[in-house]
């Protein structure tokens, strides 16, 4: 710094001086927002399946590691990066929460300074960079990609999407093939991470009209505007980073379709995918502006949307783009900030629909981004500098502090789908997610408990009802179990090939038992001391779930062989084994109704 201050002018170096006061502002501030994770644990949701049970990971970051991360799509996405870094934290600091979290937090807080770069860079405005660098770090729909260890795809997107945007900006104002190549190594990594990023090109256009003004008939003669260019070279130049894109596009089409992530048009129609595609944008929008009642279980997509309210949000949308084309040439970065936004979120819109939610926090990670910049260059604050700076400081607070409190929501496995139980009782997703713990613990009495409500009220779930019908087999319920996976597999459900296949089985491992107790009776008939016989035939019995059945040869097994610790141990569970009551007075009230499919409905 000194010596940079002895071959410059004293402003220059006062400049550097608070561009470096201001980033460390920015970095105790994303500190504060989200200091409350690195006390969290992990969430149940997809974070057992991505980091803690998860063997590629678990051993940490290695050679075959890293052949495993690149080898193949995996849950649905190739994301090579996200992998080597989750393995690279637990090669730093062991398999314990506290690391990703960590490593979670400093990955935002790095992209939040280089958007601040960035943008610093490209229009030279030193406040508007920092408010807009500040309202993406801390914004309160950020939340769930930083307190979420399985969203540090997300995370990593962000990083490299602003690192491109810096890079790119030097190569605008001065292109050279070292500069472009690192333009496009950037964008390759953010494609390693997430293919979120294949929309990064187009935004490079955009920022080529404003603020760089290469589309300009002449040099726009501002300090920070790249050189004028012509039109189609300008667009031909993004060819090879469009064509990175495509194939992660590609690549991420078919491994969501290889993993049936994305629902059939026959299950989620062409038309109410566009009216859930719309109400998001109308949905972040409102977000944005109120961050309330944030979630992880946002409605199933599909979930029947009013005509009117769709109408509404259009109209609205319409109204917004007809304004913003109209002021294009005065307010240039409206036009570039609105369409950032409508770009961005087009992949994750619902058009092509991956998952069952109908919106998602982390979806506006970076697409929000195109707002903020909208607003801080469109509102002019040049006649009253100081209420301007006093209105920004006090959202930047108000964001941090809700940002906080919402991390605090993820403190537990259940924390959260907890919170929003207490708003939305009926709430499918979250209600799944805390009978996924209560299974963990072998209460699978109480998880039935929880996902029986939302069942009845959402007959048709073909998801809720395997979850049903897993938890049924696991307390033994097998008949119970069929019942459920085959009105699984008669229903609308995108994964109804997988719980046909599921029927088969337990279809099977009913027959078999079937057969065990027709092989024990007959046994038993000619040797009625036969221990081997009893045992078979109360064991299977009680994995039938006909516990008063297989009381009675379980007890002569037991006086057959006193010793025997496992036999006793199946007396105790058969005496102590009943159907689950709501569950069997739902499936006798949902066949007398004839509500749903038949019992016989999907049979193999």
């Avoid at 690391?99 to 790095?110: F, K, Q, Y």
């Avoid at 709430?427 to 209460?443: F, K």
């Avoid at 109804?496 to 027959?511: C, F, P, W």
Wanted: hydrophobic share 50%; net charge positive; glycine share 6%.
């Amino acid at each position: 710094m000194s010596t940079f201050c002895r071959s410059t002018s004293g402003r220059a170096c006062a400049g550097v001086r608070a561009e470096i006061a201001w980033a460390l502002f920015l970095l105790g501030l994303t500190a504060a927002a989200y200091w409350p994770v690195l006390g969290n644990g992990f969430a149940n949701i997809d974070d057992p399946m991505t980091i803690v049970h998860n063997p590629a990971v678990q051993q940490g970051l290695s050679w075959e590691t890293l052949r495993w991360a690149f080898a193949s799509p995996r849950l649905a996405n190739w994301m090579p990066l996200t992998w080597v870094s989750l393995a690279l934290d637990v090669r730093l600091f062991g398999p314990a929460p506290f690391g990703h979290h960590l490593t979670a937090l400093v990955i935002h807080a790095a992209a939040a300074l280089l958007a601040f770069a960035a943008l610093r860079s490209l229009t030279g405005d030193l406040g508007k960079s920092l408010f807009v660098a500040a309202l993406f770090a801390v914004h309160p729909l950020q939340v769930e990609s930083v307190a979420w260890a399985t969203e540090r795809s997300n995370l990593l997107a962000g990083l490299f999407w602003f690192g491109t945007i810096l890079l790119y900006g030097r190569y605008a104002r001065r292109p050279a093939w070292g500069r472009y190549l690192g333009v496009a190594a950037t964008l390759l990594l953010g494609l390693l991470a997430k293919p979120i990023v294949v929309t990064l090109p187009a935004v490079l256009l955009l920022l080529d009209y404003w603020p760089l003004g290469r589309f300009a008939a002449r040099p726009a003669g501002r300090p920070h505007s790249a050189p004028a260019g012509r039109p189609l070279a300008v667009v031909l130049e993004k060819v090879p980073l469009l064509l990175l894109c495509l194939a992660a596009a590609g690549v991420t089409v078919f491994s969501q379709l290889g993993a049936e992530a994305a629902p059939s048009l026959e299950t989620f129609p062409l038309g109410a995918r566009a009216a859930n595609g719309l109400m998001s944008y109308g949905r972040y929008l409102v977000k944005a502006a109120w961050p309330v009642d944030l979630s992880l279980y946002y409605p199933p997509a599909g979930t029947a949307i009013p005509p009117a309210r769709v109408l509404a949000v259009a109209l609205l949308l319409a109204l917004l783009c007809a304004v913003v084309f109209a002021a294009r040439r005065r307010f240039p970065s409206l036009a570039v900030g609105w369409c950032w936004y409508l770009g961005v979120l087009l992949p994750v819109i619902g058009i092509v629909q991956v998952g069952s939610q109908s919106a998602a926090d982390r979806f506006a990670h970076v697409s929000l981004a195109g707002i903020w910049i909208a607003l801080a260059w469109t509102i002019r604050c040049s006649r009253h500098p100081r209420g301007c700076a006093a209105l920004a400081a006090v959202l930047l607070v108000a964001c941090a502090a809700a940002s906080n409190r919402q991390t605090l929501l993820w403190r537990t496995p259940t924390s959260l789908a907890e919170h929003v139980l207490a708003r939305e009782p009926l709430n499918i997703l979250a209600r799944v997610d805390i009978a996924s713990v209560q299974s963990q613990r072998g209460d699978y009495d109480m998880a039935i408990d929880t996902l029986l409500p939302p069942l009845q009220a959402c007959r048709d779930s073909g998801a809720l009802r395997n979850a049903v019908s897993e938890l049924l087999e696991a307390r033994g319920d097998y008949d119970a179990a069929l019942y459920h996976e085959r009105v699984a597999a008669a229903s609308s459900a995108p994964k109804r090939e997988r719980y046909r296949s599921r029927a088969t089985e337990l279809a099977r491992t009913i027959a078999a038992l079937e057969a065990q107790v027709g092989k024990a009776r007959s046994t038993l008939a000619l040797r009625p001391d036969d221990f081997s016989a009893q045992l078979l035939l109360g064991a299977s019995l009680l994995k039938l779930g006909r516990s008063m059945e297989a009381i009675q040869p379980l007890a002569a097994a037991a006086a057959l062989a006193p010793d025997r610790a496992d036999v006793q141990f199946f007396v105790a569970q058969a005496r102590a084994h009943r159907p689950h009551p709501g569950e069997e007075r739902f499936r006798r009230e949902e066949l007398s109704g004839n509500v749903g499919a038949a019992t016989g409905a999907g049979t193999p």
